[in-house]
């Protein structure tokens, strides 16, 4: 992509950093994390894996304490040269790290030949050959390549910058070819953005309302059902002694009648209630809970959900429509998981795959027709309420027919028992029937939570395994390496350069707006989108190239190229303000300033154990911001002098 000549501009002025995700942080990933009293083995293995992460200067550190404590190793003494270098150029080595590169043979004895000493003994030659003009450079490339992975890989992706003169070219070559194979390796296009995934939160089960019989309305059914049967008795006795046996008979069989009558009666009540319930839950929020503004964790959850439902739309079906018909389960759904999430402090982030699984069954369901079938599920069967009205037509018939039997023989009896049986028998009733609702709620509640909680955990097996392969940090860090020397490669391209033309080369790599990011247990923060500026130092000024990246799909966004005289540059300075931001400003001769946000605001998401200071100072020592500080503040302070100084 090739765009006209920019000039100079703020970069961070159209590109304000708002919105920006929260972050992930897997705890469960510990290959960082050291302590001060860890044994040199663990400080060293610790370091290796903070360089593979392309942290170089937390990883010398590392290494050093491990050969502090006496760890030394062939491997050890391969790392701590790499370390030493990595990223950097030979001006940009401290006096105390120069005297330890030129005393290294003394601290580190090789023992017996093994890939550990190939390697470092290519590190010395390659690092010797490189301050001599007139090296012949083809044995020195020929034990290169003869090298073994991951000698020759790291060799190549750590020392590149490091080295110049006639070697630095040839070196070049090899590093970028080994970046493009690299760069969309470990199938990244279908993986990276697993990285920015948390851990899913494991489905939970809502709890279940318990039926609750208040006492009261269990001494109102004992009183009434002991005054039902007295009075009950009382009439039967009243019949016995009348000689009216059947009339009696007949009261007995309408009993068993009035039994059945009552069962069926009481499930049609049931199916009534629930499908009552069951359409006030589904259907149109009401207003009053319509203007209810969810804060918080509900406020997320809620947008969660509105965002997969807008999305989740089935095929051929209006958008409108869909979002109109289904807003009652919205909320429904929106509110069980407030309620089982809530009190445990998850963030939305981590039920994200449940949401989406919840409303996908929504999806199905609709496609299938089976959306509403609760409605079909609960409507009473014809039987059901032949069954209610003819037993109670039965119970009412023959207690009608002994109530007048027995009145004839006692009137005055009879007449108070029967007022009695009416009265206890209603209020009796009416009550029983309050529990037994309430305790068929309970089961259908509890059958009805479980077959939901089934289908979590199966949704929540898929994820898993779906995740199973996320990259890990290292990965990461292999990869954006990679994009940044094809990137490199692109600028070199642009300005119709080759490596002997570059002095020195920096990059600088800052989050992009409003982009997802995520990191490891005392690792750097990665984002998803990158905002990369490079620098490119010739003899003849400063080449800048301003990109965004698309992590995820390695694709370059091209937003400005530059060019500026080292004159042209008045001050280097990096703002940190008192929430941890910090801001990379490069201020011209003609009151431009370029500038960017290399750590946003409020990005310290820390985990137990963790130290906020090496948290961001990692995540800088990996963006590259240390070694591009000390590349152009030598050229605000010397200018034109610095090419000079530096070779």
């Known amino acids: 992509m090739t765009v006209p000549e920019a000039t100079p501009t703020n970069v961070a002025a159209d590109s304000a950093y708002v919105a920006m995700q929260a972050g992930v942080v897997h705890g469960d990933v510990n290959q960082y994390t050291t302590y001060a009293d860890s044994p040199p083995e663990k400080k060293f293995q610790a370091g290796v894996h903070i360089l593979d992460g392309g942290m170089s200067s937390r990883a010398w550190q590392l290494i050093q ?23 950097r150029t030979r001006h940009g080595l ?3 790290e120069m005297a330890a590169l030129r005393n290294e043979r003394n601290i580190f004895r090789l023992t017996d030949d093994d890939e550990w000493v190939n390697g470092v003994k290519t590190i010395r030659r390659l690092l010797a050959s490189a301050e001599k003009k007139d090296a012949d450079t083809r044995v020195l490339f020929k034990e290169l390549d003869a090298l073994g992975d991951p000698q020759r890989a790291m060799i190549l992706r750590h020392l590149e910058q490091f080295l110049d003169g006639p070697i630095a070219e040839q070196m070049w070559h090899r590093t970028l070819s080994q970046a493009k194979d690299e760069r969309m390796a470990g199938d990244r296009a279908n993986r990276i953005w697993k990285f920015f995934e948390p851990a899913p939160s494991k489905p939970r089960e809502r709890a279940v309302r318990r039926p609750d019989t208040p006492l009261r309305v269990c001494v109102r059914i004992v009183m009434a059902t002991a005054v039902f049967l007295a009075a009950t008795i009382h009439i039967g006795y009243v019949l016995v002694q009348g ?16 039994y059945y009558g009552a069962r069926e009666g009481l499930e049609w009540r049931f199916r009534v209630v629930r499908r009552r319930t069951k359409d006030m839950e589904y259907g149109p929020p009401s207003a009053r809970r319509t203007n209810t503004q969810p804060e918080g964790f509900a406020k997320r959850v809620d947008q969660r959900f509105d965002h997969y439902f807008a999305v989740y739309v089935p095929h051929g079906v209006q958008r409108e429509v869909w979002l109109a018909k289904t807003a009652g389960i919205r909320r429904s759904l929106r509110d069980e998981l407030v309620e089982i999430y809530r009190e445990e402090r998850v963030g939305v982030e981590r039920i994200n795959w449940l949401i989406r699984h919840r409303v996908d069954d929504v999806r199905r369901r609709w496609r299938e027709g089976v959306l509403w079938s609760y409605r079909e599920e609960l409507a009473t069967p014809l039987s059901t309420k032949a069954g ?28 108070g028992s029967t007022v009695l049986v009416l009265a206890s028998g209603w209020i009796g009733a009416r009550a029983l029937l309050g529990v037994l609702l309430e ?12 077959r939901t909680l089934d289908g979590d955990w199966e949704a929540f ?5 779906k995740l199973a392969d996320k990259p890990k940090d290292q990965e990461m860090a292999v990869w954006l390496d990679s994009d940044r020397k094809v990137l ?23 989050p992009a707006p409003s982009t997802r990011r995520a990191r490891v247990k005392d690792g750097p923060w990665r984002y998803r989108k990158y905002r990369l500026l490079a620098f490119l130092l010739t003899a003849d000024g400063v080449r800048q190239l301003t990109v965004d990246l698309d992590f995820t799909e390695g694709a370059f966004h091209v937003r400005e190229r530059s060019s500026y005289r080292f004159d042209a540059v008045a001050a280097v300075r990096v703002g940190q303000g008192d929430n941890d931001e910090r801001t990379f400003e490069l201020a011209l001769v003609d009151g431009q300033k370029i500038s960017v946000q290399v750590m946003s605001p409020g990005m310290e998401i820390l985990q137990e154990g963790e130290d906020p200071g090496t948290v961001s100072e990692v995540t800088l020592d ?3 911001l240390h070694q591009t500080l000390h590349v152009l503040e030598g050229i605000a302070a010397e200018g034109k002098e610095w090419i000079r100084y530096e070779r």
């Not at 097996?461 to 395994?465: D, I, K, L, S, V």
Request: one cysteine or more; aromatic letters at 10%; charged letters at 20%.
């Open 94 to 96: 401290s006096k105390e």
């Open 388 to 415: 209610a009205v003819l037993g109670l037509a039965a119970l009412v018939g023959g207690g009608a027919w002994a109530v007048s039997d027995a009145v004839l023989v006692a009137p005055l009896g009879a007449s």
């Open 243 to 258: 000689g009216r046996v059947f009339a009696l008979m007949i009261c007995l069989a309408s009993a068993v009648g009035g």
């Open 622 to 624: 990996a963006s590259g």
């Open 461 to 465: 097996r898929r994820w898993r395994a």
């Open 488 to 510: 490199l490669d692109d600028a070199l391209k642009h300005y119709r350069l080759v490596m002997s033309n570059v002095v020195a080369h920096a990059f600088i790599e800052a």
């Open 65 to 87: 304490e491990a050969v502090v404590g006496g760890y030394k190793t062939n491997e050890v003494c391969f790392y701590w040269l790499l370390a030493l270098v990595s990223g």
């Open 439 to 450: 305790r068929w709620r309970f089961a259908a509640d509890e059958r009805e939570s479980g």
